[in-house]
Nanobody, 128 residues
Framework: QVQLVESGGGSVQPGGSLRLSCVASGFTLDAWTAGWFRQAPGKVREGVSWIGSSDDSTYYSDSVKGRFTISRDNAKNTLYLQMNSLKPEDTAVYYC?????????????????????WGQGTQVTVSS
């Protein structure tokens, strides 16, 4: 059974950092496409970053590029999102997702509809 469990959310001040973790079970994470998404109150879920299975290529939305880093620890079957220079607009519930399919372009990897497997989410609040 495929399962994804996120952790690491919390409350930080603007400019602070957090690292989210997503432990995968029931499949080998590095053989699948995996990504991070977020959903703020009243807004649609949006893609933040994803990592490919074939060559570990990483992709980011323009809103987080240069501040967030996605990575994967294959030994721990765990996906990470290091978030630096956090802004109030980063406040949202963050979800990890994974799918066997490989996106045929970088934009598709940021589309929630591409993923069939989701975690329960972890809240990130950035406020002074």
């Amino acid at each position: 059974q495929v399962q994804l469990v996120e952790s690491g959310g919390g409350s930080v001040q603007p400019g602070g950092s957090l690292r989210l973790s997503c432990v995968a079970s029931g499949f080998t994470l590095d053989a699948w496409t995996a990504g991070w998404f977020r959903q703020a109150p009243g807004k649609v879920r949006e893609g933040v970053s994803w990592i490919g299975s074939s060559d570990d290529s990483t992709y980011y939305s323009d809103s987080v590029k240069g501040r967030f880093t996605i990575s994967r620890d294959n030994a721990k079957n765990t996906l990470y999102l290091q978030m630096n220079s956090l802004k109030p607009e980063d406040t949202a519930v963050y979800y990890c997702a994974a799918d066997e399919a490989m996106p045929f372009d970088s934009g598709l990897g940021l589309e929630p509809s591409m993923y069939d497997n989701w975690g329960q989410g972890t809240q990130v609040t950035v406020s002074s």
